[in-house]
């Protein structure tokens, strides 16, 4: 889910022998999460958890924290993502973690796990972190900077807070449109910008700037340069209901049926 260790000081051999096998798990942990076994993903991170914890292995339970997040939170168990959640925060000041990337992937993923439970001023409380760790230690085109503005930005608008909203969500567009394959990133942050637009005028007064975001949007989801692969599918998958929301039930209907389609053919393939 999140590659936290990735720009963690490195560790020598003595120390390492110290520590949980981080590579193994994520290897297994992604094995698992690909064919959607969250009651199997929760059990090895449980026991890794209490490894961690027996070592005094603070990156390793870290890391453990932030995997249980995003499985908790995809399986649908509020209670346990928001107790993983406590957990990293209750981490994130310690020497090893402080201050890292990881540390602000870190508040990244614990303040969408505060927006998922319905409590966007924590998850607001979060993403002004992670953005203070990020906006000094990334390049201004960092895609995990877009991804931030993104998530900041939705933040803000279940708390009203709607310019500043489309402010995020114009620059995380400016560096979404910088990466390669952005614009499926890009996309999902045009049609939260519909949503802006219709809460801050109305769905009829906005219209015209809707189908604007609605058109782009369809446009770069169905480029047939963008690899069909199974991030494709969900991205599909979530942009969908957004264009029948508003009307578009045939671009809806396409979205649909590329991601069974990719999915079909990775079932095949397994």
């Known amino acids: 889910m999140t590659g936290l260790d990735d720009r ?3 560790l020598s051999a003595p120390e390492a022998a110290t520590r949980i096998p981080i590579a193994r798990i994520r ?17 090895l991170l449980a026991y890794w ?4 914890r027996i070592m005094k292995d603070v990156r390793g339970e870290f890391f453990v924290l932030n995997e249980m997040m995003g499985v908790f939170r995809k399986s649908n168990d509020r209670e346990k993502a928001l107790e993983s959640a406590e957990g990293v925060l209750r981490l994130v000041s310690h020497p090893e973690i402080s201050g ?9 993923n614990a303040g969408t796990v505060y927006k998922y439970s319905g409590d966007p001023m924590n998850a ?9 760790v990020y906006e000094q230690s990334l390049e201004q085109n960092d895609e995990r900077l877009g991804g931030l503005y993104n998530n900041m930005a939705l933040a803000l608008m279940d708390l009203g807070h709607l310019q ?47 189908n ?11 480029d047939p340069s ?15 209901p957004v264009f029948s929301y508003y009307g578009w039930f045939k671009t809806a209907s396409e979205l649909e049926s590329t991601a069974a389609l990719i999915r079909r053919n990775d079932n095949s393939l397994g």
């Open 226 to 240: 963008l690899p069909r692969d199974e991030y494709h599918a969900f991205v599909c998958e979530k942009c969908a």
């Open 49 to 52: 958890r209490d490894e961690a």
């Open 212 to 222: 604007d975001c609605l058109r782009a949007a369809e446009r770069l989801l169905l």
């Open 100 to 108: 890292s990337i990881g540390a602000g992937t870190a508040y990244v």
């Open 8 to 10: 963690l000081p490195e």
């Open 164 to 210: 500043d909203a489309i402010s995020l969500f114009e620059s995380a567009l400016r560096i979404m449109r910088k990466q390669p394959f952005g614009g499926r990133e890009e996309a999902i942050t045009l049609l939260n910008m519909a949503d802006v637009y219709a809460q801050e005028k109305g769905p009829e007064a906005a219209e015209g700037v809707i």
């Open 124 to 132: 607001l409380e979060c993403f002004r972190k992670a953005r203070t």
């Open 27 to 43: 290897d297994r942990l992604d094995a698992l999460t690909g064919k959607k076994d969250y009651p199997a993903a929760a059990r």
